[in-house]
């Protein structure tokens, strides 16, 4: 799950709450699936929240990098039986809320048809 609602200021005052975006996932899944859900996750909410990632940028080495979230990006563990109640909270917060259906692999984006995915026709060059 990853959550948040606005971006985080930086000055945070004593009246306005500072909100972080934050990744939080099974803390008992196998490394491999962990990583796979949390860039997963992260790829879902960054395709939501566009305006979070900054711009391209060139490193000291003059290499070119695309845009990161500024504010970074933690990745949280919690227990499984956890999560749904963590889900619900940050719901009725109205916390813009990402979420996997289950553990990473067990379930796939379902649809009305039974046909596979159409793709365009391969054109030779």
């Known amino acids: ?17 500072t909100l972080r ?18 860039a997963v996750l992260a790829h879902a909410f960054g395709a939501r929240r ?6 391209d940028f060139t490193d000291a080495t003059g290499a070119t990098h695309a845009g990161l979230i ?6 949280l563990g919690a227990a499984a039986g956890d999560l749904p109640a963590l889900r619900a ?8 809320v990402v979420d996997l259906p289950g ?10 048809s039974s046909a596979p995915p159409s793709r365009p026709p391969i054109r030779p060059s």
């Open 1 to 17: 799950m990853a959550a948040q609602t606005e971006i985080a200021d930086t000055a945070p005052s004593a009246t306005t709450p």
């Open 21 to 38: 975006t934050v990744i939080v996932i099974d803390r008992d899944l196998p490394k491999g699936l962990a990583a796979n859900a949390a």
């Open 50 to 55: 566009p305006d979070l990632v900054g711009g």
């Open 70 to 75: 500024p504010t970074g990006l933690p990745v």
């Open 89 to 96: 909270s940050a719901a009725e917060r109205d916390l813009l």
């Open 103 to 112: 553990p990473p692999g067990s379930r796939r984006p379902t649809t009305t």
